[in-house]
C-alpha cells in the first residue's frame, strides 16, 4: 500500500500554479473544503466562485481555523489567523488541478464510470468486489461532478490502490472535464436513458455526451460497456484500448443466463465468465442492480479477483439508502424505497421489479419526472402505460401536470379510474398513502429529487413501523 502524500503550503501552491502570498510553506493541511458552514480545523478552504462568491467566507473559514486558504483575488484575514493564503488564475481549476497531482502521485488505478442510470450502485459494487483485497476510496453521496470529483480524488492521499469514480453530468462538456481530471485506467459505460433529456432534446445527443468516457484512452485502457445497449454499442466500436463487454446476450464477455426473478429477495442466475461459470445470487431489487453486478465482475476480474470472492461478495450486497431498498416493516407491509431519484427507464425498471413481486396487492407510488424539457408529458405517459400492465392495483401519482399525465395514460390503458391517484406534493400524498396501505401490501416509491418521495416513505415507516 502507499504511503500518505504530504501536503504542505509549498507543495500545494507549486501542484496548482499559484502563489504563496502569506504564511509559513510548511504548514500542512489535513483535509480540503468548499463550504466554511462544515469546514474542519486544518482543512484547505477553497474560494469557489458560484452562485455565492467563496472569497466572501474566507474569515469565516479563518475563524474556524482552516490551515489555509486558496483565493482568486487579495483578502483579508482575521487579526491573529494563522492561515496561509495561496493565490491562483481561478478556485475551481485549482481545485482540479491538485486532484490532478494527488491522483498522479497516488499511483493508484482510478475506475470512472458513466450512465444514465445505475452510476451510484456500479459504484458501489465495484467499491465492495475490490474491497477485500485493496484499499479502496469512492465517491461520497453525489461528489460527482466538476467540485465533488476532485474533493473526492483527494481521497487518494491516504494511500488507497484504487479509486471508484462516478462522473455526473447534465451537460456536454462535463464527462470530458472529468475524464481529463480523472485519467481513469479502467472506464465503465452502464447505460444510455432519458435522465436529463431536457438538456439534450434526444437521447442520442446524451449518447454523445457519454461517449466522452471514451476520450483521451491509449491501448493500455480498459473499457467496460453494457453489450446489450444498441446506443453504447455504436459509439465504442472504435476504442482505442480494450474491451469487455457485460449484459444478458450472447456476445457479452461477462453474463448472467438462465436469470431467475425472486421479487423482493433479487436475482439468481448462472454467471458465464473468460475465469469460468458460477451460481449467482444477487439480492439487490430486479435487474438493473443484476447488470450492474455483471459490470462489477468484470471489472474485478480484470484487476485481478478471484471469481469465487466475486460471487461469494456479491450474495452479501446491501442496497444503498433509497436506492431500491426494500423496507420490510413490522406491521406486514413492505416498502420499496426507490426514492432518491428517478427517470423513465429507471422507473420501469422498478415497475417490472413490483410486477414481479408477491403481494396481496401492489401500490405504486410515483413522483414526477424532472429535467425532461419538452418530452416530459409524453414520456410521463408512456411510463403510465407501463403501470397499466404492471400488475398495479393502486396508483398515487404526485407533482405537476407531466404526473397527473402519468396517471391519465394508465387509466386510458386499462387501469380503473379509481385505482388512481393524484396529489401535487408528496407532503399531502403521504397521509393518504398512509391511510390506503394494509397489511400484505408491497409499495413502489420512486420519483424524482426535487419531488421529495421520501416523505412519503417515511411517513409509511411512521405508520407501519
Known sequence: MAADIPLAAGTLAAAMG??????????????????????????LFFAIVAARDGHEFVAAAARRRAAGMV?????????????FVIEVGETTRALQD????????????????TGSAGKTTTKDVIAELLGSSRRVVKNRGNLNNHLGLPLSLLELRHGADVAVMELGMNHAGEIRLLVDVATPEVRVWTNVGEAHI??????????????????????????????????????TRAFAG?????????????????????????????????????????????????????????????????LDRIVETAARLQPSASRGATLRLPKGVAVIDDSYNSSPSALKLSLDVLSRTWATRRIAVIGEMLELGDQSTALHQE???????????????????????????AIAAG???????????????????????????????????????????????????
Do not use: W
Open 415 to 465: 387501469l380503473p379510474a379509481a385505482a388512481v391517484t393524484h396529489f401535487a406534493t408528496s407532503a399531502d400524498a403521504a397521509p393518504a398513502v398512509a391511510g390506503l396501505v394494509a397489511s400484505g401490501d408491497v409499495v413502489l416509491v420512486k420519483g424524482s429529487r426535487g419531488t421529495r418521495t421520501e416523505v412519503v416513505v417515511a411517513r409509511l415507516q411512521e405508520v407501519f413501523g
Open 98 to 113: 491538485l486532484a490532478r497531482y494527488v491522483r498522479r502521485e497516488s499511483k493508484a488505478t482510478v475506475v470512472a464510470i
Open 242 to 306: 480494450r474491451q469487455i463487454a457485460f449484459g444478458l446476450s450472447e456476445t457479452a464477455d461477462v453474463r448472467a443466463v438462465d436469470v431467475e426473478d425472486l421479487g423482493l429477495d433479487g436475482t439468481r442466475s448462472r454467471l458465464v465468465t473468460p475465469a469460468g461459470e458460477r451460481d449467482l445470487r444477487v439480492p439487490l431489487l430486479g435487474r438493473g442492480p443484476l447488470m450492474n453486478v455483471l459490470a462489477g465482475t468484470a471489472v474485478a476480474l480484470h484487476l485481478g479477483v478471484e
Open 71 to 83: 483565493v482568486a483575488r487579495e483578502v483579508a484575514l482575521p487579526e491573529g489567523s494563522e492561515s
Open 18 to 43: 499559484g502563489r504563496l502570498v502569506a504564511g509559513d510553506s510548511d504548514h500542512y493541511v489535513t483535509g480540503f473544503s468548499i463550504d466554511s458552514r462544515t469546514l474542519a480545523a486544518g482543512d
Open 198 to 235: 431536457g438538456h439534450f432534446g434526444s437521447a442520442e445527443l446524451i449518447a454523445d455526451a457519454k461517449a466522452e468516457i471514451l476520450e483521451g484512452a491509449d491501448a493500455a485502457t480498459v473499457l467496460v460497456a453494457n453489450a446489450d445497449d444498441p446506443r453504447v454499442v455504436a459509439r
Open 383 to 409: 411510463c403510465g402505460r407501463v403501470v397499466a400492465v404492471s400488475r398495479v392495483a393502486k396508483l398515487v401519482t404526485v407533482g405537476g401536470a407531466p404526473a397527473r399525465a402519468l396517471g391519465e395514460a
